[in-house]
Each structure stands twice: as C-alpha cells, then as structure tokens.
C-alpha cells in the first residue's frame, strides 16, 4: 500500500528562520515524490519533484530511501512562503494516481 | 491560455439529491483526474482518464459516484443520492501527455460540495 505521513498541520518560524518541512512514505517499490503547494486563495500548485533535482523559489528536497523520506527545505523563510504545503507520491506500479499527505500549514511570522 | 476551470464552485444538495460537477480541462490535455478533498486532510484520488477512456476508477468510493468523458475534453462526476459524508472539495486535475511524473498535473479550483 501506498501512504504518505506529514506529521506537522502547522508549522510556524519567523522570517529568516530555517524551514523543514517533513515527509515520510510508506512504498514497497520505486517512488516518485512531490511537493504541492496551495497559497491562501490559490488553486493547489506543484512545487517541484524528486526527479528533477531542482531548487523552486528556495526550496529543496530530496530523496532518502533509507529513512523514506521526502522533507522539504529553505535556508531562510519568507513571508510569502506562507502557505499549505503536501507532499504526494506515484507509484508506478499503483497507476497515475498521486497519494497526498495531510498536509502542513506553513507560517511565517515577521 | 485559462487553466482548468470547474463548475459550479459551491454546490448545497439536500441528503439524497443528486448533483453533477463539471470539469474543463486545459485544452489539448490527454489525462483528466478526480480528486476528493475531505476538510483538514489531502485530495484522495478518485477516477482517472485518458482521452474518453476511463482507466483506473479505483477511488470511486461507492458505486453513487459515476465520471465520465464522452468526447475527451469535458468530464463530469456524478453523485447520486447524495449523503452527508460526501461533503468535500472536488478537485480536477489534467496533464498534457500520458500521466507520468514528466506531465504535470494542473488543479482546478474545485467544487465545494455540501450537503446538508
């Protein structure tokens, strides 16, 4: 079976402050991970993928297969990272379906 | 150059109605996908289609829930006789190409069902 856990709703830092978000999955196979992320208002977004290795608006994440887990990273928060962020798997061999967390809630204070 | 739009995007039944929700996808989008949104947790997956070909309909949590996309482009999700735990956002996503993580998945606003 497929899970994803974000074991934060909310986490809140000031501006500046390091960010983690964290992720862990539950698969037997190879995974593909994402973040999506919804601003206040916003259509839900993705954010950026394991496969592509990339760093969006500051943000990081990678891949660890031995701890499964996927966190999201940013040095240094701003006030319009502010938002709901989940984390989502694909499991090739589950179909095209995305396996979203609960997601967490990110604050960022000034 | 409008993304996925969907309609309508507030929607009350009474217990036992029966509602349609539409989804438009972005023009040219191979793959459609549902999505159910209970409050406080993340979308679960409901239906997914490839052209007018419905390919995997694991997510469809009771047989009251019927999708379909007749021509390719437009789909619509049914709920017959509608109960109170179908209360939640309804989520429509589309992507260019066959679903792979190389496509990305473009959300619409979604359906906020309610039902009372």
């Known amino acids: 079976a497929q899970r994803v856990t974000q074991p934060e709703k909310l986490l809140s830092v000031f501006k500046g402050a390091p960010v983690e978000l964290k992720c862990n999955y539950s698969y037997s196979g190879s995974p593909e991970l994402f973040w999506y992320v919804q601003y206040s208002r916003q259509r839900l977004q993705l954010l950026l993928r394991?496969?592509s290795r990339e760093s969006i608006k500051g943000f990081t994440a990678d891949l660890n297969k031995g701890e499964t887990s996927f966190h999201l990273k940013k040095p240094f928060a701003q006030e319009e990272d502010s938002a709901m962020y989940y984390c989502?798997?694909?499991?090739?061999?589950?179909?095209?379906?995305?396996?979203f967390g609960a997601g967490t809630i990110l604050r960022v204070k000034s | 150059g409008a993304g996925v739009s969907q309609s309508p995007r507030y929607k009350v039944a009474k217990r036992g109605q029966d509602v349609a929700l539409r989804c438009d996808p972005i023009?040219?989008?191979?793959?459609l996908f549902w999505y159910q949104q209970a409050l406080g947790q993340g979308p679960e997956f409901l239906t997914y289609?490839?052209?007018?070909?419905?390919?995997?309909k694991s997510g469809l949590p009771s047989d009251r829930f019927f999708a379909e996309r007749p021509e390719g482009s437009v789909s619509t999700l049914k709920i017959q006789r509608t109960q109170q735990e179908d209360s939640a956002v309804y989520l429509c996503?589309?992507?260019?190409?066959?679903?792979?993580?190389?496509?990305?998945?473009?959300f619409g606003p979604g359906t906020r069902l309610t039902v009372l």
């Open positions: 996503a589309s992507s260019l190409g066959l679903a792979s993580s190389y496509n990305e998945q473009f």
């Open positions: 989502a798997l694909r499991g090739v061999e589950y179909g095209n379906k995305l396996v």
């Open positions: 289609f490839q052209n007018e070909a419905q390919l995997d």
């Open positions: 394991h496969i």
């Open positions: 023009s040219g989008h191979v793959s």
